[in-house]
């Protein structure tokens, strides 16, 4: 529904970015309590703009992070994750989010989704970086606070009173002579082929938690060979190389207590596990200021990403942590030519952004408002199937 007069005049005044001669609000809608959206026009591009703000304060909302058909690698438009979702709650908004691989659809960086780790990595698996790095991410902890950082996947497991590192979940690292994994069930059925370097497999099953910590039993023999069954429920522990992290893995005997801890670095209280994690790249306002050129240099952005105009998408939230900002810039078209992350990160400063960053952008910006896209997807074929998306939902 439209917004009253009192309301949309009250809108206005608390965004003075939208309230100048160059501004035409296009559309302003409240779409629950807390949760606004408004499209409107600013000429000096021109872009279009599409933006929601949340109050994450409010009670009757939270964010739900989205797999493409709930799986680890596949991709899907994000009006049908939401139509999937709406299956289990009241989905106000959604937006695409990290950057993912065009062929499995499988997203570059960590992904923790309604407090389950669905990927964990030390290194944003991207292809075009210019080198080797953690990309942002943007995650809740346990109170619901928002945070950006370059969070790096923690993850280490303890059998007989011996700490060994996981490396990475259910990502599989070829060429690392020396590694260790955990496969849930997420991963798929089985673990990944590889006869490359010795091999210890334990699998596990679940058997509670204990504060942060998850508790699995060891089940069956310890293989020596890729490829093991994954417990529905469970888990697979899986070493890589000749090294101690082998024989380790290969001590640990059927029956044993398997304690495991997934977090981050750095560290979040009071829980050491998030409730919700999903990538961009790169950040574009920390504390107030503009950081898009220290972008190549902490992320390894690319020039014909960052300072080229392309269709964007973004999030960020305010000083206080209480506002939550989506945005999405359409691009590529006469009505609005898109931003650079510079134009990007002055445009989520002006409208109260404290800290920001850029999700993935270009044909995979979307923005859907009461199941529809509000946007004008740039690709010629329409809105692109992509690999997840971030949704704002009005609690049961």
Known sequence: MRIGLALFTTFLLANPLVATAQNDTVVARELSRGVVYRQFVDKTGPFVVHLVRVNLREPTVELRAMRAHDALRTRERTTDMVRRLQQKAAVLVAVNADFFNLQTGENENNQVIDGEWWKGVKNTDSPYDTYDNAHVQFGLDARRRPLIDRFLFDGRVWAHGVM?????????????????????????????????????????????????????????????????????????????????????????????????????????????????????????????????????????????????????????????????????????????????????????????????????????????????????????????????????????
């Open 164 to 396: 060994t590192p996981i490396i990475t979940l259910n990502f599989h690292q070829l060429g690392n002579p020396e590694n260790v994994v955990l496969y849930t069930s997420r991963f798929g059925a089985t673990t990944p082929g590889d006869t490359t370097r010795p091999i210890a497999e334990a699998a596990m099953l679940r058997a509670g938690t204990r504060g942060d910590t998850v508790l699995y039993v060891r089940r069956g023999a310890v293989r020596d060979s890729s490829g093991s069954p994954i417990p529905v429920g469970g888990a697979v522990l899986a070493a890589y190389g000749a090294g101690s992290r082998l024989k380790e893995v290969q001590s640990m005997v059927d029956g044993d207590t398997v304690k495991i801890l997934l977090a981050t670095l750095p560290r979040l209280s009071p829980s050491a596990s998030p409730t919700l994690i999903i990538g961009g790249w790169p950040r574009i306002l920390r504390n107030g200021e503009v950081v898009v050129a220290e972008a190549p240099v902490q992320e390894g952005t690319i020039s014909r990403n960052a300072e080229a105009r392309h269709t964007r998408t973004a999030i960020g939230f305010s000083r206080d942590s209480s506002t939550l900002y989506l945005l999405a810039v359409d691009g590529r078209q006469e009505a609005s030519v898109g931003m650079t992350l510079a134009e990007l990160a002055a445009l989520m400063r002006r409208l109260g952004a404290w800290n920001a960053m850029n999700f993935d952008g270009g044909g995979s910006t979307t923005m859907v408002v009461g199941g529809a896209v509000v946007n004008k997807p740039s690709d010629a074929t329409g809105e692109r199937e992509i690999g997840n998306a971030l949704a704002v939902v009005k609690r049961p």
